[in-house]
């Protein structure tokens, strides 16, 4: 069964550029979450959706983030602008219930110079 | 409102000696606690979880962690650690009710295993 897969791994961009992030969970699972992971932090939620019901944006600045799940599948995670404190990691997650256990993808590190 | 505190920042150990990472918790209500395991530029592994039932239980790798309501405990433990254990490990809980799916994390204990 294939993993949580997200891409790019890698990005590094001027403050104020926008970026992307995608990310497609394994299949049959309905909830997908974002997570940023801070270096030497722990992984803080962003969103989570419920199919392609956003159920939980509470911790994700609307002011320059904004995320998508089109169909329930895909999702898609945006910064605009961005600024240097966006540097870090971006973590997909994936569960067939919000109950069930979180399975994680490798991450987008995005460096903002 | 659940929070997770990862007692030791970084534990060092010698390969095949015995390991302990300890994890406390804060909630008002039940839980669901997870370890997970984070390799260098890598995403998070499930290690093991915690759902109900027997409080001990064993996950992959040979880690073994227990679940102690009295003290809100959920350590992990390995017997004997191999070099290939060396890795960030998060301590993460789920609270029950209206929180279901927002996992909180600790903010995690780096192993190292000397050779």
């Known amino acids: 069964e294939a993993g949580v897969v997200q891409s790019p791994r890698y990005k590094i961009i001027e403050k104020k550029q926008p970026v992307a992030f995608w990310c497609n969970p394994i299949?049959?699972?309905?909830?997908l979450y974002w997570y940023l992971q801070n270096l030497g932090q722990g992984p803080e939620l962003l969103i989570r959706?419920?199919?392609?019901?956003?159920?939980?944006d509470s911790q994700l600045p609307k002011d320059r983030f904004s995320a998508e799940r089109l169909k329930g599948v895909d999702s898609t995670l945006k910064i605009q602008p961005a600024e240097l404190g966006d540097s870090a990691v971006y973590l997909c997650?994936?569960?067939?219930?919000?109950?069930?256990?979180?399975?994680f993808g490798p991450g987008t590190r995005l460096t903002v110079l | 409102a659940q929070s997770v505190t990862q007692l030791d920042s970084q534990v060092p150990v010698f390969e095949e000696a015995p390991v302990e990472l300890r994890c406390n918790y804060s909630?008002?209500?039940?839980?669901?606690l997870f370890w997970y395991v984070q390799y260098p530029n890598q995403g998070l592994q499930l290690l093991l979880k915690?759902?109900?039932?027997?409080?001990l239980v064993k996950g992959i790798n040979g880690f073994e962690a227990e679940f102690n309501k009295s003290q809100t405990s959920f350590h992990l433990r390995k017997p004997s650690v191999h070099i290939s254990d060396t890795a960030e490990y998060f301590c993460?809980?789920?609270?029950?009710?209206?929180?279901?799916?927002?996992?909180?994390f600790g903010q995690g204990t780096i192993l190292t295993v000397h050779p």
């Open positions: 997650a994936s569960s067939p219930t919000r109950q069930s256990p979180q399975y």
């Open positions: 299949s049959g699972h309905n909830t």
């Open positions: 959706y419920e199919n392609e019901e956003a159920v939980d």
């Open positions: 909630s008002s209500v039940s839980v669901y």
């Open positions: 915690y759902l109900s039932g027997s409080t």
């Open positions: 993460a809980v789920i609270q029950w009710g209206t929180s279901y799916g927002k996992l909180t």
